[in-house]
Nanobody, 112 residues
Framework: QVQLAESGGGLVQPGGSLRLSCAAS????????MKWYRQAPGKERELVAQ????????YYVDSVKGRFTISRDNAKNAVALQMNNLKPEDTAVYYC?????WGQGTQVTVSS
């Protein structure tokens, strides 16, 4: 079955960096768009970034452009989200998603 496992969240000060990772299994990873979503308390889940399987073309929500970078390693069935210059408003649970499936999420807290 499809499994997505996120890791790498934590507490970081404003301006800091974190790298989230997602290990995928149970499907042909190299054939599917991989996405990172986030959900802050009291807010709807939003798409943060996605990366296409063949071209590697990417999409970012405006609020993270220039700060976040999504990447994938098809040989390792993994997708990552490098987050730099983090802001308090980036605080949320971050989820890896593919084909409508979701991981359990990893908490990112940006606070001084």
């Amino acid at each position: 079955q499809v499994q997505l496992a996120e890791s790498g969240g934590g507490l970081v000060q404003p301006g800091g960096s974190l790298r989230l990772s997602c290990a995928a299994s149970g499907f042909t990873f190299s054939s599917y768009v991989m996405k990172w979503y986030r959900q802050a308390p009291g807010k709807e889940r939003e798409l943060v970034a996605q990366i296409r399987p063949i071209t590697g073309s990417t999409y970012y929500v405006d609020s993270v452009k220039g700060r976040f970078t999504i990447s994938r390693d098809n040989a390792k069935n993994a997708v990552a989200l490098q987050m730099n210059n983090l802001k308090p408003e980036d605080t949320a649970v971050y989820y890896c998603s593919a084909q409508g499936f979701w991981g359990q999420g990893t908490q990112v807290t940006v606070s001084s």
